[in-house]
Nanobody, 118 residues
């Protein structure tokens, strides 16, 4: 079993910063954390930032230059540093992991709420 736990969300004023953390536990050898997604009320979940197979990073156009995804020293941790936050960044943020051994098996955390006030 694999569990993902996101943390670090909260209420912040526009222009502020937050750092989200995603920690995997359980059979972490069997998974890799691949990225961060978000879902705003009434909208579909969307990709925010991710790692490519070669280790490079990818960002949604809406967050380029403001957000940065990184891995912790422990391979089971991934961060999302968010800066210059805007009200439209308000959403529940989720990290996603995939199985290393079985196709199309995804894992999600419970999400962490980020609210940006204007």
């Amino acid at each position: 079993q694999v569990q993902l736990v996101e943390s670090g969300g909260g209420l912040v004023q526009a222009g502020g910063s937050l750092r989200l953390s995603c920690v995997a536990s359980g059979s972490t050898f069997s998974i890799k954390i691949v990225g961060w997604y978000r879902q705003a009320p009434g909208k579909q979940r969307e990709l925010v930032a991710s790692f490519s197979t070669d280790g490079s990073t990818n960002y949604a156009d809406s967050v380029k230059g403001r957000f940065a995804i990184s891995r912790g020293n422990a391979r089971n941790t991934v961060y999302l540093q968010m800066g210059s936050l805007k009200p439209e960044d308000t959403a529940v943020y989720y990290c996603k992991a995939v199985s290393r051994y079985v196709s199309d098996v995804d894992y999600w955390g419970q999400g962490t709420q980020v609210t940006v006030s204007s």
